[in-house]
Nanobody, 124 residues
Framework: VQLQASGGGLVQAGGSLSLSCAAS????????MAWFRQAPGKAREFVAA???????YYADSVKGRFTISSDKSKNTVYLQMNSLMPDDTAVYYC???????????????????WGQGTQVTVSS
C-alpha cells in the first residue's frame, strides 16, 4: 500500500484546512485508515480514523472540529479541519492497515503503512 498525503499549509486560528490521503496498491475497502500528527518535541498522536468500511473515531482534542471521510471511488480519505487552533500545529501523517483490530485504532504502532507527512501550521 502506498499513501500520498497532501493539503497542509498555513492558516490563522479559527480557520479551516482539508487534508487528503490517496491510497494505492490494495483494495481500499479493506483498509482501516487514520490520521496522526506530531508536533516538535512531542510523540506522534492519534487524530482520527476510519475503521474498515465506515466507522469513525476521533481524539477528544479534535472531536467536533475535525471530520474524517472517504471517497471509495478515489481511494482517498480526507480530514476536514475546522476551528483550527495553534495547538493543532504539527506534521500530519496518514496511516493504513488491513488487519487492524478496533482496540488498537489509536496506536501508531498498529499501522503498517504510512504516507509522508504534511505540515499544518496555525498562527495565533
Amino acid at each position: 500500500v502506498q499513501l500520498q498525503a497532501s493539503g497542509g499549509g498555513l492558516v490563522q486560528a479559527g480557520g479551516s484546512l482539508s487534508l487528503s490521503c490517496a491510497a494505492s496498491g490494495r483494495t481500499f475497502g479493506s483498509l482501516s485508515m487514520a490520521w496522526f500528527r506530531q508536533a516538535p518535541g512531542k510523540a506522534r498522536e492519534f487524530v482520527a480514523a476510519r475503521f474498515r468500511v465506515s466507522n469513525t473515531y476521533y481524539a477528544d482534542s479534535v472531536k467536533g472540529r475535525f471530520t474524517i471521510s472517504s471517497d471509495k471511488s478515489k481511494n482517498t480519505v480526507y480530514l476536514q479541519m475546522n476551528s483550527l487552533m495553534p495547538d493543532d500545529t504539527a506534521v500530519y501523517y496518514c496511516a493504513a492497515d488491513n488487519s487492524l483490530i478496533l482496540g488498537n485504532i489509536r496506536s501508531a504502532s498498529a499501522y503498517d503503512y504510512w504516507g509522508q507527512g504534511t505540515q499544518v501550521t496555525v498562527s495565533s
